[in-house]
């Protein structure tokens, strides 16, 4: 089993839905999440970070809920620019290694 | 600030060739980090740094060596180039190994 496992998707959502991402992991250790956003052949891009319960930046929000190991990701009022693939990431073995868990990352297609 | 710099964009290099990819951030982040990214794997931890002085190895460190003279720069060097090391490689930084991390535009690599 992946260590962080996300639905590859392609979402295809209109303009102004509301979509939600679910991703799982199976390290009960892992401290902290991220929600990174990437564009084609770009640099992941940091969404969010998710430290404790959830956290809510705008129309994102994250959930994270440690007794089912799922960390979630809710866009409102989806825009044509958040089309990007969403990578799910946790923080492997102690934290004090950074090393990055990532999952295969969400496809999102908004459209007119 | 520039954040994560990385060259070069681009690099093909025939099989046995050795080459230096060089990542820099102004960002006075003490932790720096090497990926790759291959289509179906995600991104994969090569080796990181800590610090100035202190390597380590990630999940796929064979074929890669890297240094870290100072706070800023973390090359990455391709000993003897082979087939498998094509990919995407992405630096990326933080100001600790248990928050989040930046990412450098990548360098797309092609070894033939």
């Known amino acids: 089993r992946k260590e962080v496992e996300q639905d590859p998707g392609p979402f295809n959502v209109p303009e102004g839905a509301t979509v939600a991402f679910n991703c799982t992991y199976s390290?009960?250790?892992?401290?902290?999440f991220f929600w990174y956003r990437q564009d084609c052949r770009k640099e992941p891009k940091l969404l969010m970070s998710v430290y404790s319960s959830g956290n809510e930046d705008g129309r994102f929000t994250a959930q994270l809920n440690r007794a089912s190991q799922y960390i979630s990701l809710l866009i409102r009022d989806s825009k044509l620019s958040d089309s990007a693939t969403y990578l799910c990431?946790?923080?492997?073995?102690?934290?004090?290694?950074?090393?990055?868990?990532f999952g295969q990352g969400t496809t999102l297609q908004v459209k007119p | 600030n520039a954040g994560v710099t990385q060259t070069p964009k681009f690099q093909v290099l025939k099989t046995g060739q050795s080459m230096t990819l060089q990542c820099a951030q102004d960002m006075n982040h003490e932790y720096m980090s090497w990926y790759r990214q291959d289509p179906g794997m995600g991104l994969r931890l090569i080796h990181y740094?800590?610090?100035?002085?202190?390597?380590d190895q990630g999940e796929v460190p064979n074929g890669y060596n890297v240094s870290r003279s100072t706070t800023e720069d973390f090359p990455l060097r391709l000993l003897s180039a082979a087939p498998s090391q094509t990919s995407v490689y992405f630096c990326a930084s933080s100001r600790d190994p248990r928050y989040e991390q930046y990412f450098g535009p990548g360098t797309r690599l092609t070894v033939t």
């Open positions: 990431v946790g923080l492997g073995g102690s934290g004090n290694t950074g090393k990055l868990i």
């Open positions: 390290n009960s250790a892992s401290q902290s």
């Open positions: 740094s800590v610090g100035a002085g202190i390597t």
